[in-house]
């Protein structure tokens, strides 16, 4: 567990510039094992709070303890060791080939040459990236890739504590999502601690355990699981920044119960046109592959049997058993406004459409957010 103890951080005026306080008594745990998620608006001191825990800056008071040990009481380039660290731009050393970024840590742990490059080959194995990408230079991988890099060489040495500091900004959104999706794949297999940093409130509310709202001036707003956040932000401050959709996105959180679905028509890949014109009910067809879904074609529009080239992938495809909003995103998003949902294995297990998904909503008990619900006045961690 990491504790942060009436923790400050203030920095005298100098240079015309007039004190600031970076980090105002903040006191939280992060618990061994999940993920702790620093949001909050530009300034409001979440680097600083992060780089307190590896000593990178050093705090004016309070403490931070790792497993009730005083950061401080330990060598400084000993403990940085000891806690992998995830920035934006991966900062790679650009001279160096992957496996030698990666393998830098266990090196510097003083392990031999060999054992450090085995290590390296087996974290960028567990990141997605596979053989090759071992000797090529960090100029040769795309944005996303390199943030992968920069995930597997903070893992090299096997590290119990991971600081990431808005690791996955810098790339485009849908990258940005694979990488979230990959990165909360490898934590379940890896249980580490890790203390992340975004600014992000979807990201925050995706990737952590826990969610700390900071303010401006470096205090603890409020910290809480994601669906309580949602539910019940503390004041208006937390309530403006996780958005006035929070309702909606609470929804993530809310199992679908069992939801009324339709049968849907299908047909295979290589179906004709004048059989898949036979097999429509509406102008949308779904088309499957041993029974998983591929997409949606017009029967009305092809004119030679169904290939993959020709089918609309928009549309989600949701978990049956998951959550609601996504099979309400799925029906959003499907062509044919039936959303596709399927089981563990992928396969169709029948479609849903929105005002379903909706009558499913107002029958499901759900933690309701009210504005009562928000309190007027001071903050939890004050
Ligand atoms: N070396 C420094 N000297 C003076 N003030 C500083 C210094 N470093 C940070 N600050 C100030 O401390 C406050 C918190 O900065 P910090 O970088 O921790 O915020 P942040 O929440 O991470 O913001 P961002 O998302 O923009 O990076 C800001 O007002 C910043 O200007």
Redesign the pocket.
């Known amino acids: 567990m990491i504790r942060f103890e009436q923790v400050t951080?203030s920095?005298p005026a100098?240079g015309g510039?007039e004190s600031?306080?970076?980090?105002d008594h903040l006191s939280l745990e992060a618990p061994t094992g999940q993920i702790t998620v620093?949001v909050?608006?530009?300034?409001?001191?979440?680097?600083?709070?992060?780089?307190m825990i590896n000593r990178m800056?050093e705090p004016t008071s309070g403490q931070i303890l790792i497993d009730d040990r005083d950061v401080t009481s330990v060598n400084a380039s000993e403990l940085r060791r000891g806690i992998g660290y995830v920035i934006q731009h991966a900062g790679l050393f650009p001279h160096k080939k992957i496996v030698d970024n990666v393998a830098t840590v266990p090196l510097l742990n003083g392990w031999d040459k060999r054992k450090a490059r085995d290590r390296a080959h087996e974290v960028l194995e567990l990141v997605g990236l596979p053989g090759d990408f071992a000797d090529r230079y960090p100029s040769q991988l795309s944005g996303g890739q390199q943030q992968r890099v920069g995930v597997a060489r903070a893992l090299a040495a096997d590290p119990p504590v991971m600081l990431m500091?808005?690791p996955f900004s810098a790339v485009d959104p849908v990258v940005r999502d694979q990488l979230q999706d990959e990165f909360l794949r490898l934590q379940s297999e890896i249980g580490k601690t890790i203390i992340f940093?975004t600014?992000d409130i979807d990201e925050a509310i995706k990737l952590g355990d826990q969610v700390a709202v900071?303010r401006?001036g470096?205090k603890l707003a409020q910290i809480a699981e994601p669906s309580y956040l949602l539910a019940h932000p503390i004041d208006d401050f937390v309530a403006d920044f996780v958005g006035r959709d929070r309702g909606y996105r609470a929804l993530a959180f809310t199992d679908a119960p069992d939801l009324r679905l339709a049968d849907e028509p299908t047909v295979p890949l290589g179906t004709t046109p004048e059989q898949a014109r036979a097999a429509t009910r509406d102008g949308w067809l779904l088309v499957v592959d041993d029974g998983r879904p591929q997409g949606w074609v017009e029967p009305h529009r092809i004119e030679a049997p169904i290939e993959q080239s020709m089918l609309h992938r928009g549309g989600t495809v949701a978990r049956a058993r998951g959550p609601l909003r996504a099979s309400l995103d799925a029906a959003l998003s499907s062509p044919s406004r039936r959303g596709v949902l399927v089981d563990d294995d992928g396969r169709l297990v029948g479609t849903v459409r929105a005002h379903e998904v909706l009558h499913a909503i107002e029958e499901v008990d759900r933690p309701e957010v009210h504005d009562e619900d928000i309190a007027p006045t001071s903050a939890a961690g004050d």
């Open positions: 951080k920095y100098a510039r600031t306080t970076a980090v620093f909050g608006p530009s300034g409001c001191g979440k680097t600083t709070s992060l780089r800056i500091d808005e940093v600014h900071l401006v470096g």
